[in-house]
């Protein structure tokens, strides 16, 4: 196993503040922020009052028209068409959490227009990823006329085109990359096709599926189909789409922080029986839920239904209005996730055994590894802790009767589906976006694929360089960080891709009181100028020796910390450069 030894661990680069000083005094006045706020508002890409308060104000009003996607009317007349001629539909979605919640959305609404709606998710191992003939013949079987695919179904040209040859018309709801031609349903609603005109590409499946709900109750709305009902408030949705936005690493700018925001606030609240027992199991109830709470907390649980056993228990945890129900179904999700957890050690364990000591590893620029021993629902979690270890795409892959079925993650900088897209020759199948992949591959290809994956990477060595850089966004002493400051700062939440947590750079500090704490951690306090603070360094143990009694400069997140229910402010530190 690669161990990085020096310090500072990683390069670091500080954001070029250019000309825009002036754009950093407005943003300061008009929003009463700290300077160094408004800097790091330049540098998310604000550069006018419009976007600053958009970004600091996300808002419902700030919607792009559903119909602006391309073949959006298409899918909506079609459904409508269904509902009134009462044709049986099915949504049929994947087994991830955008899956799972894009389902959830669209059955909880649908539901309530037609009683002849039914849902279906394939089993991960069984069946594997998108449309399936035999499960068109039972839709055929069952006298189905319609199926919704969501978060699938771009990928599925033969099985589509299979479906409308049994009179079976589609619908499709998907994000992914689009290779080759469409296929040929009623509607391929999808950001990424180059005719649509939706301003923002990066919606998750479940943002999309948001967006034809929107569509779908307006078109609704004009038959005065709510005349003499209860109208649907599609906000009491976003709680739902939160979590399955957050789960597919989606970019959380534009739509996704609006869905993100307003959803984290709607689970903190918590009123939502199958997610107030979620957060009760995973022990996080009576927190606020920030973006990693999410991440770490709720959406391993969901995930791990569809990983290991079935993604209906964790569909019917997020439709059920019975509190006991749901703490039923959230105690099994969270016996599937400690399942998850212990085959995923497992695996990982396998494999850096098997890098071992081999100094050749460090001259490799992506990782593929192989064994029918390991669990398919798990290998991308896998794949995933690779890529924070070693800093470079990684796919792992999981072997049955000589064909393999992997998942691949990517560094920031490289396109991994587009790396794939290279490889389609060694491929049995593939599919995914920018950060993740999947494929299906003959097991005597395998040593190929390695071999070409590390040419395409190699080719792309800026993407490898980038991930072992970290951007600072700009130089803040840290007697500048007071409550009032911190404030300020929880506005630029939620965080995640595409809007990361800010990092900061402090001068000339000295730490006292180191601990290791936890699984490895590094508890330090931290003194500069006067003023002091907790810090924690995750997983840097190692480093007590050298910093003890040393002065140094740091890269770090401030954060307020709620342990025992206490908020402190604490700093989160990100690499550490001894200077004496």
Same mark, same amino acid.
């Given at each position: 196993?690669? #161990?990085?030894?020096?310090?500072?661990?990683?390069?670091?680069?500080?954001? *070029?503040?250019?000309?825009?000083?002036?754009?950093?005094?407005?943003? +300061?006045?008009?929003?009463?922020?700290?300077?160094?706020?408004?800097?790091?508002?330049?540098?998310?890409?604000?550069?006018?009052?419009?976007?600053?308060?958009?970004?600091?104000?996300?808002?419902?009003?700030?919607?792009? !028209?559903?119909?602006?996607?391309?073949?959006?009317?298409? /899918?909506?007349?079609?459904?409508?068409?269904?509902?009134?001629?009462?044709?049986? @539909?099915?949504?049929?979605?994947?087994?991830?959490?955008?899956?799972?919640? +894009?389902?959830?959305?669209?059955?909880?609404?649908?539901?309530?227009?037609?009683?002849?709606?039914?849902?279906?998710?394939?089993?991960?191992?069984? #069946?594997?990823?998108?449309?399936?003939?035999?499960?068109?013949?039972?839709?055929?079987?069952?006298?189905?006329?319609? &199926?919704?695919?969501?978060?699938?179904?771009?990928?599925?040209?033969?099985?589509?085109?299979?479906?409308?040859?049994?009179?079976?018309?589609?619908?499709?709801?998907?994000?992914?990359?689009?290779?080759?031609?469409?296929?040929?349903?009623?509607?391929?609603?999808?950001?990424?096709?180059?005719?649509?005109?939706?301003?923002?590409?990066?919606?998750?499946?479940?943002?999309?599926?948001?967006?034809?709900?929107?569509?779908?109750?307006?078109?609704?709305?004009?038959?005065?189909?709510?005349?003499?009902?209860?109208?649907?408030?599609?906000?009491?949705?976003? =709680?739902?789409?939160?979590?399955?936005?957050?789960?597919?690493?989606?970019?959380?700018?534009?739509?996704?922080?609006?869905? *993100?925001?307003?959803?984290?606030?709607?689970?903190?609240?918590?009123?939502?029986?199958?997610?107030?027992?979620?957060?009760?199991?995973?022990?996080?109830?009576?927190?606020?839920?920030?973006?990693?709470? *999410?991440?770490? $907390?709720?959406?391993?649980?969901?995930?791990?239904?569809?990983?290991?056993?079935?993604?209906?228990?964790?569909?019917?945890?997020?439709?059920?209005?019975?509190?006991?129900?749901?703490?039923?179904?959230?105690?099994?999700?969270?016996?599937?996730?400690?399942?998850?957890?212990?085959?995923?050690?497992?695996?990982?364990?396998?494999?850096?055994? $098997?890098?071992?000591?081999?100094?050749?590893?460090?001259?490799?620029? !992506?990782?593929?590894?192989?064994?029918?021993?390991?669990?398919?629902?798990?290998?991308?979690?896998?794949?995933?802790?690779?890529?924070?270890?070693?800093?470079?795409?990684?796919?792992? @892959?999981?072997?049955?009767?000589?064909?393999?079925?992997?998942?691949?993650? +990517?560094?920031?900088?490289?396109? &991994?589906?587009?790396?794939?897209?290279?490889?389609?020759?060694?491929?049995?199948?593939?599919?995914?976006?920018?950060?993740?992949?999947?494929? +299906?591959?003959?097991? #005597?290809?395998?040593?190929?694929?390695?071999?070409?994956?590390?040419?395409?990477?190699?080719?792309?060595?800026?993407?490898?360089?980038?991930?072992?850089?970290? $951007?600072?966004?700009?130089?803040?002493? @840290? #007697?500048?960080?007071?409550?009032?400051?911190?404030?300020?700062?929880?506005?630029?939440?939620?965080? /995640?891709?595409?809007?990361?947590?800010?990092?900061?750079?402090?001068?000339?500090?000295? *730490?006292?009181?180191?601990?290791?704490?936890?699984?490895?951690?590094?508890?330090?306090?931290?003194? $500069?100028?006067?003023?002091?603070?907790?810090?924690?360094?995750?997983?840097?143990?190692?480093?007590?020796?050298?910093?003890?009694?040393?002065?140094? =400069?740091?890269?770090?997140?401030?954060?307020?910390?709620?342990?025992?229910?206490?908020?402190?402010?604490?700093?989160? @530190?990100?690499?550490?450069?001894?200077?004496?």
């Amino acid at each position: 196993m690669i #161990e990085k030894k020096q310090l500072p661990v990683s390069r670091w680069k500080i954001e *070029a503040t250019g000309d825009h000083k002036n754009i950093e005094v407005l943003f +300061s006045k008009e929003f009463g922020v700290h300077p160094i706020i408004s800097q790091i508002l330049i540098n998310r890409g604000m550069r006018d009052i419009e976007a600053a308060r958009r970004y600091l104000h996300p808002s419902l009003n700030d919607l792009h !028209s559903p119909f602006l996607m391309k073949d959006m009317r298409k /899918g909506v007349a079609r459904l409508l068409q269904a509902i009134h001629n009462k044709e049986k @539909i099915v949504i049929y979605g994947d087994y991830d959490a955008d899956g799972i919640t +894009s389902v959830v959305i669209l059955f909880k609404f649908i539901k309530e227009i037609t009683p002849l709606i039914e849902y279906y998710i394939p089993d991960r191992v069984q #069946e594997g990823y998108g449309l399936k003939i035999p499960f068109i013949d039972k839709c055929k079987e069952d006298d189905c006329r319609l &199926i919704i695919t969501v978060d699938c179904g771009t990928s599925d040209v033969e099985e589509i085109a299979y479906a409308r040859s049994l009179g079976i018309d589609t619908i499709i709801l998907d994000h992914h990359e689009i290779s080759g031609h469409l296929p040929l349903a009623v509607a391929s609603i999808n950001p990424n096709r180059e005719d649509c005109a939706f301003p923002f590409k990066g919606l998750a499946g479940v943002g999309i599926a948001f967006n034809f709900l929107i569509a779908l109750r307006g078109a609704l709305n004009k038959e005065s189909f709510w005349k003499d009902k209860h109208y649907p408030n599609l906000k009491e949705y976003l =709680d739902i789409v939160a979590l399955g936005t957050i789960g597919d690493i989606a970019p959380l700018i534009d739509e996704n922080r609006i869905f *993100a925001k307003i959803g984290l606030d709607l689970i903190t609240e918590g009123k939502r029986p199958g997610i107030k027992a979620l957060k009760e199991v995973s022990g996080v109830d009576n927190q606020t839920i920030d973006s990693f709470k *999410a991440s770490f $907390s709720l959406i391993p649980r969901i995930n791990a239904a569809g990983r290991i056993a079935s993604s209906t228990d964790a569909v019917k945890l997020l439709l059920t209005d019975d509190f006991t129900e749901a703490r039923v179904l959230a105690e099994k999700l969270d016996s599937y996730n400690r399942q998850r957890q212990f085959m995923e050690k497992k695996i990982l364990r396998d494999i850096l055994e $098997s890098v071992g000591d081999n100094a050749s590893i460090e001259k490799t620029n !992506s990782f593929v590894f192989a064994s029918d021993k390991w669990h398919q629902g798990v290998v991308g979690i896998v794949a995933s802790r690779l890529v924070e270890l070693f800093n470079r795409p990684a796919f792992v @892959i999981s072997l049955n009767n000589g064909v393999g079925k992997g998942s691949g993650r +990517s560094v920031s900088g490289f396109n &991994i589906y587009k790396g794939i897209q290279q490889c389609e020759h060694l491929l049995l199948s593939f599919g995914g976006h920018y950060h993740a992949a999947g494929i +299906s591959i003959k097991e #005597e290809n395998i040593r190929d694929f390695a071999e070409r994956l590390d040419e395409i990477t190699g080719s792309g060595t800026e993407a490898l360089e980038t991930a072992s850089q970290i $951007s600072i966004d700009t130089e803040c002493p @840290i #007697e500048n960080i007071t409550s009032e400051w911190m404030a300020q700062m929880e506005k630029l939440a939620p965080f /995640g891709s595409k809007n990361p947590e800010p990092l900061l750079y402090a001068r000339n500090v000295k *730490a006292s009181n180191l601990l290791i704490v936890g699984n490895n951690h590094l508890k330090m306090w931290l003194k $500069s100028n006067g003023a002091s603070y907790d810090s924690i360094w995750f997983n840097m143990a190692k480093y007590i020796t050298d910093l003890t009694g040393a002065n140094f =400069d740091i890269v770090f997140t401030p954060q307020i910390n709620n342990w025992n229910g206490s908020p402190d402010i604490q700093l989160k @530190i990100k690499d550490v450069n001894i200077i004496s």
